[in-house]
């Protein structure tokens, strides 16, 4: 391959990241556009970004999709000029443009385009005039069309020869005809009637294959489109100049503080004792520095996904027949990439639940004094060393009676305790539970809340619950601002040391070991403050040997789990430090309960406790 054909390459791989933020940015535009059709600034934008995307693509020799959105520039001039009036179906046509060009982008990295902007050509053309045309939402298989015209065409041959056949012996007498009629089969009316009617019903079977064939086409785009998203996934990012400019600057004055301290070690240690702690110190907060400004590297806005989940709640709404207003707000904080691209499958589920499930019907609304408008709320912000991400909806809000009754009837819950609302609200948590008997086509399937909790649990997250009957629910997701790196606690366990996150444990506590008790299954319990909680013995689940400082006393800490609570036990909390995680070896990789490893400061390795697995094995095992 020559060096021209790699700099093409090369070139259009960076032309479909670039277009794959063009297009998310122009979805949100068509979004925008549909609320406020006057907007002009809007307008201009969609224009800029199709003239781009046109400019570039033809650029990279992507010509078939140039000329696309050629065509589509077209389109957007004549809504600007009005030339095409400025109705619901204009918006859902520049949507369709949207849904167009990200399929290219992924057929593009295959290499086959074909029939990819068909359905966006026939939208243009029905807009042009051309009647032979019809615009319809969804794509169908020309296959199955032409089989569909060819057993009609059959059926339309075969009645033709019925009837010429009749036509040909009609010249019969009448009394041959009442003979005939007479030595006929008595059932052979009946007979005719069901055959006629399988030969009605095969014809739907086909049909309703056909349909099924076309909704399996759409499914299978959907499936492909995500696997392929996620088997090509992008590992780059883009990086403001500002974050690279800091990194330098702090590389800076690390070189020039290093200098220094090794100038003062030279000119000798102990004359130099005191300015050497002073430099150290400053080398240590540089580090410090250098350490958060890489982390930041590493965070992008949600404005993309935000602008999705717009995307999905428009989509919702329109399926299942509901007004509503969709508010974004803290769009523009900024996550680790990571965290933020594991949330758009649970954030979807629950945007899709908060329309389907938790608002009202247009017409309940009005009965119950509401605004005919639901409003549905996505919020993210920072707080406390902590990234939140809130759904709130002002709708039925969660009936505390219902999920209690179905809880009791599945099992997960008992008649004679008395639970408290948060108790009640997590029981929606466990899998297969609904309190619905019929699964809705739009969030009722697939995707259960358990999975949705299991996804942040994943991420080191939580999931809280807030909810008034009759006015509203509101989700509120806890992230921690970055997996790589935290603030955890040093803990030895015989004569070995790991690492508990800060974030996995509530409270520490010196525990009196003779008031842990052995149950059946050899389990372990404590009465801690009128609770009683398992008791986790690290030492055990490790199999570490070695001897405890003092034999008679541990120490606990409680371990707050899926409505739970845990006391885990080890010898000695002994400091705490800023923990950078790092990946264990491929032999040691899948340990129970170890997350990973670290350099603690006098140089050992520490191992990274996983708390999530460790209850569970604790559960399952004990």
Not at 70 to 87: L, N
Not at 493 to 513: A, R, V, W
Not at 587 to 593: L, M, T
Request: proline fraction near 1%; aromatic fraction near 8%; charge should be negative.
């Amino acid at each position: 391959m020559s060096g021209i054909d790699d700099f093409l390459i090369e070139i259009r791989q960076d032309f479909i990241e670039e277009a794959r933020d063009m297009i998310e940015e122009a979805e949100g535009c068509f979004l925008s556009y549909e609320k406020d059709p006057n907007n002009s600034k809007t307008m201009d934008e969609i224009l800029r970004l199709f003239h781009s995307l046109k400019g570039s693509s033809s650029a990279v020799k992507f010509d078939r999709l140039g000329e696309f959105c050629h065509h589509a520039e077209d389109f957007i001039i004549k809504i600007r000029d009005g030339v095409i009036a400025k109705d619901q179906k204009v918006a859902d046509t520049l949507l369709l443009f949207s849904d167009t060009i990200k399929k290219a982008l992924i057929a593009l990295t295959h290499g086959n385009e074909e029939g990819v902007y068909d359905e966006g050509f026939r939208a243009i053309a029905y807009y042009e005039g051309d009647e032979t045309v019809t615009y319809e939402g969804t794509v169908k298989s020309e296959k199955f069309e032409d089989v569909i015209e060819d057993l009609e065409e059959f059926i339309n041959e075969v009645e033709e020869d019925i009837e010429t056949t009749i036509k040909k012996d009609s010249s019969i007498s009448d009394e041959e005809a009442l003979q005939l009629l007479a030595d006929m089969d008595p059932d052979f009316y009946s007979k005719t009637e069901t055959e006629k009617n399988n030969k009605k019903e095969s014809l739907l079977q086909i049909e309703s294959i056909v349909e099924v064939k076309e909704e399996t086409t759409e499914a299978s785009i959907e499936v492909n489109k995500v696997t392929t998203s996620s088997s090509n996934k992008n590992e780059s990012i883009k990086v403001n100049l500002d974050k690279i400019d800091s990194l330098l600057d702090y590389f800076g004055e690390q070189v020039i503080w290093q200098k220094k301290l090794s100038y003062l070690i030279d000119d000798g240690i102990e004359k130099n004792i005191e300015e050497i702690k002073t430099t150290s110190a400053n080398l240590d907060k540089i580090t410090l520095d250098l350490q958060q400004t890489a982390i930041t590297l590493r965070m992008i806005s949600l404005k993309q996904i935000f602008g999705r989940l717009e995307r999905v709640a428009r989509e919702t709404s329109k399926k299942v027949s509901k007004n509503i207003v969709f508010i974004k707000t803290g769009e523009a904080s900024e996550l680790d990439k990571t965290i933020a691209d594991c949330l758009v499958d649970p954030l979807t589920h629950m945007v899709r639940n908060a329309i389907d499930h938790g608002l009202e019907t247009n017409e309940e609304r009005l009965r119950l004094g509401k605004t005919k408008e639901g409003k549905v709320e996505l919020k993210a912000f920072r707080q406390g060393g902590f990234f939140y991400i809130e759904i709130i909806d002002d709708g039925r809000g969660l009936n505390k009676d219902q999920i209690l009754v179905k809880a009791i009837e599945k099992g997960i819950a008992k008649r004679e305790v008395s639970y408290s609302d948060e108790q009640i609200y997590n029981f929606i948590f466990t899998n297969g539970f609904s309190t619905k008997n019929v699964a809705s086509d739009v969030s009722g399937r697939g995707v259960g809340m358990d999975v949705v909790k299991k996804m942040f649990s994943d991420l080191k997250g939580t999931c809280e619950i807030h909810s008034e009957f009759g006015k509203g629910t509101r989700f509120v997701v806890k992230l921690p601002l970055a997996l790589a790196m935290f603030q955890g606690c040093i803990l030895r366990i015989g004569d070995k040391q790991f690492i508990m996150p800060n974030s996995d444990y509530s409270e520490t506590e010196k525990i009196d070991l003779s008031l842990v008790e052995t149950i059946n299954d050899n389990k372990k319990v404590i009465n801690y403050k009128n609770e009683v909680l398992p008791v986790i013995c690290l030492k055990e689940k490790f199999k570490i040997e070695g001897l405890s400082t003092n034999p008679k006393t541990q120490i606990g800490a409680i371990i707050p789990y899926e409505n739970e609570k845990y006391m885990m036990i080890f010898d000695e909390l002994v400091s705490q430090e800023r923990i950078v995680l790092k990946d264990l070896m491929p032999n040691v990789k899948n340990i129970n309960g170890i997350a990973g490893g670290t350099i603690l400061n006098d140089g050992r390795v520490a191992l990274v406790l996983e708390m999530k697995q460790i209850v569970e094995h604790y559960k399952n095992v004990g």
